[in-house]
């Protein structure tokens, strides 16, 4: 059965956001992301018309959260449509350097593949002491190693694999059930699920925020084929418009890939010890709910798989 009735079109570009046939339920295609609302060095969105004034929605260049491998050089380099994707993905500066500027940086995290990254371990003494995390077919017993199928090493290739889908059905009262299905993320892959957004849109006292989506536990666990969902009720529509006298809206919903094999609960990355976004996790993949789609998909949602069979309708 098609449930599909139209399309919505933004600007000169067509949404993927699909009506279906009761007007409460809503799917939306996910998009590959290298950072905030960026995807080969360029911007998945324009946000400028709807929450003009949060700055990492409307910086003057993409933030990036990943780069690409550079062997000898201080820094990874930008991943755009010219990059090798056989190539590693590593560590950048982007992100630190846009919310913090004149703060200290550890240099020795930059161009790091995410093998590199450790994680903490039993007896820590803070959250930035880590320890190296050993390959599962090096490790013995009494190590910190990853599990059999994870990929430790990605290239750019294996990150733009993703696909995902958000079935949301909001309710008439106020409520919404939200599913949220990855497929083809990385196998035994740790992620978290954050609604980025804005209070009091298109007014002068606009103001962004950044929350864990659906409460805490905001985990999604992948299995060994990459395969990963998510169902539960937020308190809230977040298909709501950007629009001048709502109370709230959401930018964009994304599914945030940690690869140093933890989480950090209300935020998204140990950024209280110096290890931001972009050193130990990175936007993965992303669901914009508002504003001009720039660009298509890097990948469509397709069925027949067996993200497919597991999921259950809604």
Known sequence: MN???????IGATVSTTQVLANDHKTQIEGFVSHGINVYNNKFIADYSTVTPLIPWLNPEEPVREIGVYSPGDANAAPIDENT?????????????????????????????????IGTNFFGFASVDQR?????FEQSIPGQIHRSATANAQPTVGDWEK???????????????????????????????????????????????YGVPFGGLPNVLVTDNQGCGTKEFIVNYCPTTPCEAG????????????????????????ATFAGAPAGVVSSNHIVWPMSGELLMEPKNKFKGGTVCDRKNLRI
């Open 84 to 116: 090798d994707r056989s190539r590693p993905v590593a560590t950048i500066d982007n992100f630190a350097n846009f919310f913090n500027p004149d703060g200290v940086f550890d240099l020795n995290l930059l161009n790091k593949t995410i093998d590199q």
């Open 246 to 269: 709502s109370d709230s809206c959401s930018s964009y919903i994304s599914a945030f890939y940690h690869w140093d094999g933890q989480i950090y609960g209300g935020s998204p990355a």
């Open 162 to 208: 993703i696909s995902g889908r958000l079935d949301i059905n909001c309710l008439d009262n106020g409520k919404a059930v939200v599913r949220v299905t990855v497929k083809n993320a990385f196998p035994d892959g740790l992620y978290s699920l954050w609604d980025i957004g804005v209070f009091n849109p298109q007014t002068e006292d606009e103001q962004g």
């Open 3 to 9: 449930h599909v009735i139209k399309m919505i079109i």
């Open 131 to 135: 320890a190296p995390i050993t390959p």
